[in-house]
């Protein structure tokens, strides 16, 4: 099948790209195009385990087929359902940053199933030996309430070093990177809304039997959030 798209994609303009490929559209499927993709039996590899990840329930967005044409790598994936969670761009208009605000309040109104599910995911996913990339909004598609996880690469570090971190990377996503800052003209009340999204990560971790004090550490550190307050002095435990 990824032959048919790539002949296809010969006489395409890309539809948008990242930092070492390309990316063509098409109704059901993406197809990647570069120099630095997977290769061979790592990108088998990463077809089998989101496979099995898909077979298990957690929202991946998974990867098809891979051939090597030249010196160009090329991954077929399906298309993700939704649209990107936030748009990384929405700082550069007040309508962009309107649509920012609109989606943070969206996420912090999601019930207790939304954050466990989240959670419960990127969780699965790394102890596959795969790696979630927090750094950029495009990695994660929203759609019908539920987060859809994209361009899942292989590990860099220990498993023991990304799971030390994934709580706060878990809020960082959730909240939209720096947008809040970055959007100044909703700044003030994206700020309000923040602390919500916090609180439900939190509950969610210790419904998970997560560890709650390493989240208020790495997420609240000066208690600008009052998450020591929420979590502690109220012993919500």
């Not at 098409?26 to 570069?34: A, I, P, R, T």
């Not at 996503?173 to 923040?194: F, H, N, Q, Y």
């Not at 919500?196 to 609240?220: A, E, F």
Request: with cysteine; net charge negative; aromatic share 12%.
């Amino acid at each position: 099948m990824i032959d048919k798209y790539i002949e296809m994609s010969m006489t395409m303009d890309n539809n948008s790209h990242g930092s070492n490929k390309k990316c063509f559209y098409f109704d059901d499927y993406v197809l990647l195009c570069g120099n630095s993709v997977d290769r061979d039996n790592h990108a088998i590899s990463k077809i089998n385990v989101m496979k099995e990840l898909k077979e298990k329930g957690v929202n991946v967005v998974r990867l098809l087929e891979y051939k090597r044409v030249g010196n160009r790598d090329y991954e077929l994936q399906e298309r993700a359902p939704g649209s990107e969670l936030y748009d990384y761009h929405a700082y550069n208009s007040i309508a962009g940053q309107k649509q920012y605000l609109s989606r943070l309040k969206e996420i912090s109104m999601q019930d207790d199933s939304f954050y466990d599910k989240f959670i419960s995911d990127w969780d699965n996913i790394l102890t596959t030996g795969l790696d979630v990339d927090p750094s950029k909004c495009n990695n994660f598609f929203f759609s019908n309430n539920q987060i859809y996880f994209i361009d899942l690469n292989r590990m860099g570090a220990s498993y023991e070093q990304r799971n030390e971190y994934k709580y706060m990377e878990m809020a960082v996503v959730l909240r939209g990177g720096g947008l809040p800052w970055m959007c100044e003209k909703v700044t003030d009340e994206a700020l309000s809304i923040i602390p919500i999204i916090y609180q439900k990560i939190g509950l969610s971790i210790i419904r998970m039997n997560g560890d709650i004090d390493t989240y208020i550490m790495q997420v609240d550190p000066n208690d600008r959030y009052g998450l020591r307050d929420f979590f502690v002095n109220k012993k919500v435990r």
